[in-house]
């Protein structure tokens, strides 16, 4: 038990660095893992209205909770916690955009590289890919999801772009558990352009 633990503590250590280290590639307008010629397909359109909104409430909240605490002279030291909460959260926050931002989908002629922010990463080799489409999903029930070998990869609940394969890919999900699909659903601001990077004689079946 304490092994599982320690490792998905581990990550998540480093899930915090990375975006970090996102923000920073993001104010310099840097992309991550984009080699020269690469097809990029972003995925950031469907939540940054909401993270945006999101943000400014915590914004908001922040402030009226300190003036509150000061007000009502409680323990600085109780005060700096919350305010430390509350300034975590908004960091995080802003990771999240700048990784999503920084770390798009990629399609090289070797690969599909199928990410979300820092937190997944699946590289997905072209030969294997014999069918993709345009299939929009607006029920998915949360950010990486496995089920009767069919990876899903949303962004706000939604998916809109299918990969059928004809072998299996591994991969490793956010705490660290290993799996494999031959199914992927994803979500790209732009799916008829994934379709189009990915259309050959092999994959003909179209939105």
Same mark, same amino acid.
């Given at each position: 038990?304490? !092994?599982?633990?320690?490792?998905?503590? /581990?990550?998540?250590?480093?899930?915090?660095?990375?975006?970090? =280290?996102?923000?920073?590639?993001?104010?310099?307008?840097?992309?991550?893992?984009?080699?020269?010629?690469?097809?990029?397909?972003?995925?950031?359109?469907?939540?940054?209205?909401?993270?945006?909104?999101? =943000?400014?409430?915590?914004?908001?909240?922040?402030?009226?909770?300190?003036?509150?605490? *000061?007000?009502? #002279?409680?323990?600085?030291? /109780?005060?700096?916690? *919350? =305010?430390?909460?509350?300034?975590?959260?908004? +960091?995080?926050? *802003?990771? +999240?955009?700048?990784?999503?931002?920084? $770390?798009?989908?990629?399609?090289?002629?070797?690969?599909?590289?199928?990410?979300?922010?820092?937190?997944?990463?699946? $590289?997905?080799?072209?030969?294997?890919?014999?069918?993709? $489409?345009? %299939? $929009?999903?607006?029920?998915?029930? !949360?950010?990486?999801?496995?089920?009767?070998?069919? +990876?899903?990869?949303?962004?706000?609940?939604?998916?809109?772009?299918?990969?059928?394969? %004809?072998?299996?890919?591994?991969?490793?999900?956010?705490?660290?558990?290993?799996?494999?699909?031959?199914?992927?659903?994803?979500?790209?601001?732009?799916?008829?352009?994934?379709?189009?990077? =990915?259309?050959? #004689?092999?994959?003909?079946?179209?939105?």
């Amino acid at each position: 038990m304490r !092994g599982p633990m320690v490792r998905a503590a /581990l990550r998540i250590v480093v899930f915090e660095l990375k975006g970090l =280290l996102a923000i920073g590639q993001w104010i310099i307008r840097r992309r991550d893992g984009v080699p020269d010629g690469a097809t990029v397909v972003t995925y950031t359109k469907a939540q940054t209205f909401m993270l945006s909104l999101m =943000l400014f409430a915590m914004v908001v909240e922040t402030v009226v909770v300190d003036l509150l605490l *000061v007000a009502l #002279d409680v323990p600085a030291w /109780l005060r700096f916690a *919350v =305010l430390i909460a509350d300034v975590y959260g908004l +960091l995080f926050g *802003v990771m +999240l955009a700048a990784a999503c931002a920084t $770390r798009p989908h990629v399609i090289t002629p070797d690969e599909l590289r199928i990410r979300f922010g820092v937190y997944f990463d699946v $590289r997905v080799p072209v030969e294997r890919i014999v069918a993709v $489409r345009a %299939s $929009r999903n607006y029920n998915e029930s !949360g950010m990486v999801i496995v089920k009767d070998g069919r +990876l899903s990869v949303a962004v706000s609940s939604q998916t809109n772009v299918t990969v059928e394969l %004809s072998e299996p890919v591994a991969f490793v999900r956010p705490f660290g558990s290993r799996g494999e699909a031959t199914s992927i659903r994803f979500f790209a601001d732009e799916p008829e352009k994934v379709v189009a990077a =990915l259309r050959t #004689d092999r994959t003909a079946e179209a939105a």
